[in-house]
C-alpha cells in the first residue's frame, strides 16, 4: 500500500521518525511522494523540506542520518511511522530528539527501578536492604544472586506459578543490584545481547 499523496493540495503528509532501538519519537518531517520513493531507494530517510521548497535527507549536511529500518502507514494512508536508526543527535540544535530528550533505551518499571536502586547506592539511607548489600559489598551482592537463582530454579520446576513469579521478581531485583555494584545497567546488557545478534 503506498501512501495517500493526494489528500492534501500540496501533496504533504506528515511522517513520524521513531528510533528502532529506543522507540523514542525523533521528529516529524514531511513528505511527498519523490521524498518516500528516494528514501525507499537509498534507506536514508529524506523529507521534503517546506522552508528550502525541496527534498531534503536527514544528515545531509551534518552526517547525522537517519538510516530507514522500516515504514508503515496509518489507517487512513495519509501519515507515515519510519522506524530509524540515527546515525547521532537528530535535531538542528544538536540534541537527541526535536524534544530535546536524551534519546536512551528504557525498560519501562524496570528502568524506575534502576534509578531507585542508584539512588541507594549514592545515599546509603540507614535501614535500607539495598544500601545494606552495597554496605557488605560486592561477594554478598553476588552470593544473594545465587541463592534467588537457584531457588527460582527449584520453583520452576513445581507448579506453583506465584511462588516462580515470585521468586523470579527476586532474582530480577538482586540482578540488578549486581549489575549497578559492578558500574553497569541493564542498558549495557540489551547493547551486549543487540551486538551478539548482529
Keep these: 500500500m503506498k501512501p495517500d499523496f493526494n489528500k492534501n493540495k500540496d501533496g504533504l503528509i506528515p511522517a513520524i521518525i521513531q528510533d528502532v532501538q529506543t522507540l523514542k519519537v525523533l521528529m516529524?518531517?514531511?513528505m511527498n511522494e519523490e521524498a518516500y520513493?528516494?528514501?525507499i531507494k537509498d534507506k536514508k530517510v529524506c523529507f521534503f523540506s517546506r522552508s528550502?521548497?525541496?527534498?531534503?535527507?536527514?544528515?545531509?549536511?551534518?552526517?547525522?542520518?537517519?538510516?530507514?529500518?522500516?515504514?508503515?502507514?496509518d489507517c487512513d494512508k495519509d501519515t507515515i511511522l519510519i522506524m530509524a536508526r540515527p546515525l547521532g543527535p537528530v535535531c538542528h540544535t544538536g540534541t537527541d530528539t526535536c524534544w530535546g530528550e536524551t534519546n536512551k533505551e528504557t525498560f519501562g518499571f524496570l528502568t524506575a527501578l534502576e534509578a531507585v536502586?542508584?539512588?541507594?547506592?549514592?545515599?546509603?539511607p540507614e535501614g535500607s536492604y539495598v544500601?545494606?548489600?552495597?554496605?557488605?559489598g560486592i561477594n554478598?551482592?553476588?552470593?544473594?544472586?545465587?541463592?534467588?537463582?537457584?531457588?527460582?530454579?527449584?520453583?520452576?520446576?513445581?507448579?506453583?506459578?506465584?511462588?516462580f513469579l515470585n521468586e523470579a521478581a527476586d532474582l530480577l531485583f538482586h540482578y540488578l543490584i549486581?549489575?549497578?555494584?559492578?558500574?553497569?545497567?541493564?542498558?549495557?546488557?540489551?547493547?551486549?545481547?543487540?551486538?551478539r545478534h548482529l
Design 117 to 124: 536502586i542508584s539512588d541507594r547506592k549514592k545515599e546509603m
Design 140 to 163: 554478598k551482592i553476588a552470593q544473594k544472586v545465587g541463592e534467588e537463582a537457584v531457588e527460582t530454579v527449584i520453583e520452576a520446576k513445581d507448579n506453583n506459578d506465584d511462588l
Design 131 to 136: 544500601s545494606s548489600l552495597f554496605e557488605k
Design 52 to 73: 528550502k521548497q525541496r527534498l531534503w535527507v536527514k544528515g545531509e549536511e551534518s552526517g547525522n542520518f537517519l538510516m530507514l529500518q522500516s515504514m508503515e502507514l
Design 28 to 30: 516529524l518531517g514531511y
Design 37 to 39: 520513493e528516494k528514501t
Design 178 to 195: 549486581l549489575l549497578q555494584a559492578k558500574g553497569f545497567e541493564l542498558q549495557d546488557i540489551s547493547k551486549t545481547l543487540q551486538e
